[in-house]
């Protein structure tokens, strides 16, 4: 008994041709079969024609979600409505080779999981077209640094699994985009899991729906999973903001250093005068750039908190500010010590260190505080 879910999103040419297909199919091997069809309202009316097939064959059950979108939510949606205990999930449009669903369900006797591989022997990408197979090797390869997962072809959105497995895990599954597969494996422990080769098939009609996006969520992801955060729009739009300030920061030292360099009225005996002087600078000018920054962007906040914002930003910053100071001092006066000369670079690489450390404990202060 096999519920097999396909997800779809402007799929209706590739359904009119598939399902026949797969109705056929597993009418022959002597089993017990459902196709539930999950569309998310698709423009080309997918879902139309998703219902006059349910009508046409007993096998098929239609479903259109209205409001929800998302391949790894359609898929859990799926799972919610089968009727029997054991799940496979299957592209629509016709790419992953239905074939080999007979041996994935004898494996399923003896595993938990049991994925159509294209990376195991027998599987291969097929035609698909070389930069694509080359990015895909490459973001295993970082995938597997970040966090190591269980399975060769961890995108793969063709894999058999039971449908009690998924509900008792269910408030570990965060399911964004694509990476249904990848949360299943990353986040429900002591799997055990089979990997079957297939060749992935050329696309015939229609479009991918495999965004950049969708490949930035995954390695997101991936590190939420690895570190067990949960990284919003808000934490990137703050990383960037502070990357953009370190680079502001270290610019405007450096040009401040410049123009004290040659400044006869500035004019201490004291080597640590000038360069500090400059971290001083540089560190007000990406203070203010950042603050503007967070507070329209970032934080979406108007004109009128501007003031008393401004000054939590800086008060909260003088935190910030004095270990990024320790830091720098500390590493130029041991650099000044060590090689016994003045060295430009010096101060530039202990107030860079100075910065990251400083830039860590500042996020979580501004985000309970100031922009809480
Ligand atoms: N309901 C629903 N909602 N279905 C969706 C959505 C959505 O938002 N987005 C995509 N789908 C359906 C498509 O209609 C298709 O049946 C299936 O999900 C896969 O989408 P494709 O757009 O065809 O993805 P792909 O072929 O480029 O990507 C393949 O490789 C990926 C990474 O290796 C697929 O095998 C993916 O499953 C796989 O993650
Ligand atoms: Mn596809």
């Known amino acids: 008994m096999l519920s097999i879910i396909l997800p779809t999103y402007n799929e209706s040419e590739n359904i009119t041709k598939y399902i026949p297909i797969l109705h056929s199919l597993f009418s022959k091997v002597n089993l017990k079969f459902e196709i539930l069809i999950v569309d998310d309202n698709s423009p080309d009316k997918t879902w139309k024609i998703a219902e006059d097939l349910s009508k046409q064959y007993n096998s098929v059950r239609s479903f259109n979600r209205i409001g929800d979108k998302g391949l790894s939510s359609a898929v859990l949606f799926g799972i919610h409505q089968a009727k029997y205990e054991t799940i496979c999930v299957l592209d629509a449009d016709m790419q992953h080779d239905e074939s080999i669903v007979p041996k994935m369900l004898e494996e399923m006797k003896n595993h938990d999981l049991v994925i159509g591989s294209r990376k195991v022997v027998g599987g291969e990408y097929g035609e698909m077209p070389f930069y694509r197979q080359v990015m895909s090797k490459v973001a295993d390869r970082i995938a597997n640094l970040i966090i190591p997962i269980p399975a060769k072809d961890s995108m793969s959105g063709f894999f058999m699994i039971r449908k009690k497995l998924i509900l008792d895990n269910l408030e570990k599954l965060n399911p964004k985009g694509f990476k249904i597969l990848l949360e299943i494996l990353c986040r429900i422990p002591n799997l055990k899991i089979k990997e079957i080769g297939y060749s992935f098939r050329q696309r015939v009609h229609g479009k991918t729906k495999l965004s950049s996006m969708v490949i930035i969520e995954y390695f997101t992801s991936l590190l939420e999973i690895r570190f067990n955060i949960s ?109 016994d000369s003045y060295n430009g670079l010096a101060t530039y690489v202990s107030n860079f260190i100075g910065i990251i450390t400083a830039f860590v404990s500042n996020f979580y202060l501004n985000k309970n505080v100031t922009w809480k």
């Open 231 to 339: 990284i919003t729009a808000t934490f990137i739009k703050y990383s960037f903001v502070g990357i953009m300030g370190v680079f502001v920061n270290l610019l405007f030292q450096f040009l401040s250093s410049m123009i004290l360099e040659d400044n006869a009225i500035v004019n201490y005996e004291n080597q640590f005068f000038k360069p500090s002087l400059a971290v001083i600078v540089g560190f007000e000018v990406s203070l203010l750039s950042n603050f503007f920054l967070n507070h329209f962007w970032t934080f979406n906040k108007t004109l009128n908190s501007l003031v008393p914002s401004l000054l939590k930003f800086h008060l909260i910053s003088i935190l910030g500010f004095l270990i990024q100071i320790s830091v720098w001092a500390f590493l130029f006066s041991a650099w000044l010590h060590y090689l």
